[in-house]
């Protein structure tokens, strides 16, 4: 059989993942199997991938693959989000580049064009997701728009109205200017950003005096109804039943009094704009205030901010302080840095704007939701993140769910526009006949919102599978819950928590039972990858020059769950050396020769034997580390311990002990116990990195195989010996010590280095082939006179003697070894002093107590072997 010199992941990953689709691999239907179930977080349809896709989606088909291998019927859905705000922005931008504007177009004619937009480039990011390896069951691909999951929408929200749980009010909401559209609290983003505090003077009515106002929004002093300050601030009890004139448009204005105004801030003294700020809007309901709205929806000033009709929020800000100053009106302006909220989709600061939305009351919904997490039924993976969910469920607000859009769940609220019932809404998910109180058909309208993007993902884990059209069927009562949901924490509110709510409202039921959040993607300073800095790679540019195998090892490499993760390219290199290495160690297996025939055996040399005793106990000893890590969701560190297991274990120390020397055969059982290994550490590795493990594990077969690895089982772990890992150990710190020994001693790789014991009964004498092997030696054995010209090592408080035809350096031994017995001797009086010490003998458990004896006689004997040596230097 011919093997590539070189491993070529463009070729073989296009090979497999065609072949994979072919033979329906990824497809799943219901059978007598456990299920695991993943339900993808629909990536937006406006989505291309980024670094956070790709270590979210590598994560969720490390855990899908494995599934898979321990003989679960694994089915991950994907799909995508309609994403409304985002994607109405692409068409009406597309609109724009082809003359035409949203205003002219009827909503109908709007959404053909939606459409057709989401047919063109809304699969994007999934045909990308296939070359990063995921194996979805493509099959079940669903949309947060096609019919049924719309269907379930609308049938959501029409119960949770009928219920008393969704309303209809003048609230204050979060207004984006730029998607002209409410948006809920999770999806406003607070950034701290450099203002300005303008301190404002406000002159009291009938009166020559002033009072100062600080704001950091002077534009909003065009919609001021009123005034207020401290009641227990004595600076202005002088002011009770006072006005004030509000500058700029001269408005007489109450001067209010209440506890809520902080005495400490500026001066003590608030503007109260109902229409403009959340608390001024509670402040004005209760001192019954007028409510005067100054901005359009685009942002721009209305006809009631008079002189400034038309112009952009913060150009009318600029151009009120001018006009403030030239009146004197600023009596200072200093720097501040405050808090300012952005639109999570259009990243434009949003405006508190009154307004008549639609909420869902959440109070009794999210009980279940806090319950399940803080009860352990529901796992948040790390537990960190409890606490701030905790704190969230406890203070959660209404939701307003209402959108200011055409693409999206249009509302199923009808109005009568007849003079007789102005007020009448009909919730239905049908279009009503007749008005129920006046009958008539004809001035029936509906509501012109859409609702908000979340009101659809909340319900994704039960409308993937049809829940809501047929509760009963298959899928949904063998596939529901689903197992693990793999998010960011960032959604952990606004998503994770709403679908918790909807599975118990709908299913009585926990919609999953594990959340492993994942943490951010950084660049290696630190920073938020984004494409204004221009720090985040393309992912399809990395996967084209490192590999899929490559990028989602390098990924994984730095990735614990819910820390943010310092990504940096050397890492897909990293991967791809990796790759490269089991490439190469297959090809050095594949080379070497066997015995031709069964009855020409070559004779197993000792060396060999114990290399395979000691790899099956490691072997055996990481697929029991790597489940424990599985167990625990510590998927980073299953790939490090299957990692150093092939590098460090198996390439490194494994193959270069039975490796036959240059025209030398090597023993059929030992060469097939070698490929046995292979194979086993190709399915632990092959979640992690599918495409080089599944070639290597065809060539190294084709006899009875299955179509795939992924069809493999995933190993058993069996038991395995410590004493054998142990002193197998010991043998490779030996190793160590000869291989710097040569390296500080400049001995060449060719010089005859013998390595000697005194003692008949030494712990290296059982590896004494290994380790000749592993470092070169011309002998490793037992010699009941050492020569005076040998140099002393000590391993673990064990004393040999190497001996090289090279001359050695006596003095810069003798420094050597003073060096050492100095360091041994301060470590010594370290772990006596904490020994000595009453409070940690009292409190430490006898395991950490037999741990510290054992430093002690451990060093105790390793200063006599040192001390030895050093006299034997002169």
Not at 162 to 179: E, L
Not at 327 to 346: A, D, H, L, M, P
Not at 353 to 363: A, E, G, V, Y
Not at 742 to 760: F, G, Y
Request: with cysteine; net charge negative; proline share 5%.
């Amino acid at each position: 059989m011919e093997i590539s010199p070189r491993y070529n992941p463009a070729t073989v990953e296009d090979k497999w993942y065609s072949r994979w689709m072919q033979n329906g691999l990824f497809r799943s239907v219901p059978d007598e199997r456990e299920p695991y179930t993943i339900v993808i977080p629909p990536p937006n349809v406006t989505g291309v991938l980024h670094m956070g896709h790709v270590l979210n989606n590598t994560i969720q088909d490390i855990l899908v693959r494995r599934a898979r291998m321990l003989g679960k019927n694994a089915c991950w859905v994907p799909g995508t989000d309609h994403a409304s705000i985002a994607t109405e922005a692409r068409v009406v931008a597309m609109l724009r580049e082809k003359g035409i504007k949203k205003s002219d177009l009827t909503r109908d004619e709007f959404l053909k064009y939606a459409w057709e937009w989401k047919e063109k480039y809304g699969g994007i990011i999934l045909e990308q997701l296939k070359k990063l390896g995921c194996s979805c069951d493509w099959e079940r691909t669903r949309f947060t728009m096609e019919k049924s999951l719309s269907d379930g929408v609308i049938h959501v929200f029409t119960d949770l109205y009928n219920k008393g749980y969704i309303y209809r009010g003048h609230r204050m909401i979060n207004w984006d200017p730029s998607a002209r559209t409410a948006l809920s609290d999770e999806e406003v983003n607070y950034k701290e950003v450099n203002s300005k505090l303008y301190y404002v003077k406000y002159k009291i009515a009938d009166a020559d005096e002033y009072i100062i106002v600080a704001t950091t929004r002077p534009e909003t002093i065009l919609g001021d109804t009123g005034l207020c300050v401290n009641p227990k601030d004595g600076r202005y009890a002088h002011l009770r039943e006072k006005s004030v004139i509000v500058p700029v448009v001269n408005r007489k204005v109450p001067v209010i009094f209440d506890e809520y105004v902080d005495m400490e801030f500026g001066t003590g003294a608030l503007k109260v704009t109902p229409a403009h700020d959340l608390a001024d809007y509670e402040l004005g309901k209760k001192h019954k205030l007028e409510i005067i709205d100054i901005l359009n929806e685009d942002g721009t000033l209305n006809k009631f901010s008079q002189f400034y009709d038309g112009m952009d929020r913060f150009a009318a800000r600029k151009k009120i302080v001018e006009d403030l100053e030239k009146t004197g009106q600023i009596e200072k302006i200093e720097n501040f840095i405050n808090k300012v909220g952005y639109s999570e989709r259009t990243d434009v600061p949003i405006e508190p704007r009154l307004s008549l939305q639609w909420f869902l009351r959440m109070n009794k919904l999210s009980k279940p939701a806090l319950e399940n997490i803080l009860n352990g039924n529901i796992k948040l993976i790390p537990g960190k993140f409890i606490n701030s969910y905790r704190h969230w469920m406890e203070n959660v607000h209404d939701w307003c769910i209402s959108r200011q859009l055409w693409w999206g769940h249009r509302i199923p609220a009808w109005y009568c526009g007849c003079e007789e019932c102005p007020d009448v809404v009909i919730v239905q998910q049908e279009k009503p006949r007749e008005c129920p109180r006046c009958k008539c058909t004809k001035h029936l309208r509906q509501d012109e919102d859409v609702l908000d993007t979340w009101f659809s993902s909340w319900l994704w884990p039960v409308s993937v599978f049809d829940g809501f059209k047929d509760p009963g069927k298959k899928d949904m009562t063998y596939y529901y819950p689903t197992n693990d949901l793999v998010t960011a924490p960032e959604i952990l509110f606004f998503w994770v928590a709403r679908m918790i709510m909807a599975g118990y409202e709908y299913l009585h039921e926990k919609p999953f039972s594990n959340v492993y959040l994942t943490g951010t993607v950084r660049d290696k300073q630190g920073r938020k990858m984004s494409k204004s800095l221009g720090n985040s790679p393309e992912p399809l540019d990395l996967i084209n020059k490192y590999g899929a195998d490559g990028v989602r090892l390098g990924m994984m490499l730095c990735s614990p769950a819910g820390n943010d993760l310092l990504f940096d390219e050397s890492l897909c290199e990293q991967g791809r050396n990796f790759c490269n290495k089991i490439w190469n160690a297959f090809r050095l297996v594949m080379s070497w020769k066997k015995s031709p025939h069964a009855d020409i055996a070559v004779r197993k040399s000792g060396k060999d034997e114990i290399a395979v005793i000691w790899f099956e106990s490691r072997l055996n000893s990481a697929i029991h580390e790597i489940n424990d890590h599985f167990s625990k969701f510590r998927i980073s560190d299953a790939l490090m311990s299957a990692y150093k297991l092939v590098w460090d274990d198996f390439c490194s120390v494994y193959l270069e002990i039975i490796k036959p020397d240059r025209g030398e055969v090597i023993d059929e059982e030992i060469y097939q116990k070698t490929l046995d290994f292979f194979e086993t550490q190709l399915i632990l590795l092959h979640p992690f990195i599918p495409f080089v493990t599944e070639e290597i594990w065809h060539l190294i077969s084709e006899e009875n195989r299955l179509d795939s690895i992924m069809q493999s089982d995933w190993p058993e772990p069996a038991e395995y010996s410590d004493e054998v890992l142990s002193g197998f150990e010991f043998a490779l710190q030996v190793v160590s010590a000869v291989r710097n020994f040569r390296s500080e001693k400049n001995i060449s790789s060719a010089a005859p280095v013998r390595l000697l014991t005194p003692d008949h009964k030494s712990p290296i004498l059982p590896y004494a082939d290994v380790i000749k092997k592993l470092c070169g030696l011309s002998e490793a054995a037992f010699c009941a006179d050492i020569p005076d010209d040998s140099s002393a090592i000590v391993v673990r408080s064990v004393k040999l003697h190497l001996l090289s035809p090279e001359s050695i350096n006596q003095q810069d031994e003798k420094l050597k070894v003073e060096k050492e017995l100095a360091y041994t001797r301060g470590f010594l009086e370290s772990v006596e002093r904490k020994l000595a010490n009453p409070k940690f003998v009292q409190n430490a458990a006898e395991t950490i107590l037999e741990k510290e004896r054992k430093k002690k006689s451990d060093a105790e004997e390793r200063i006599k072997l040192l001390e030895e040596q050093l006299a034997s230097l002169g």
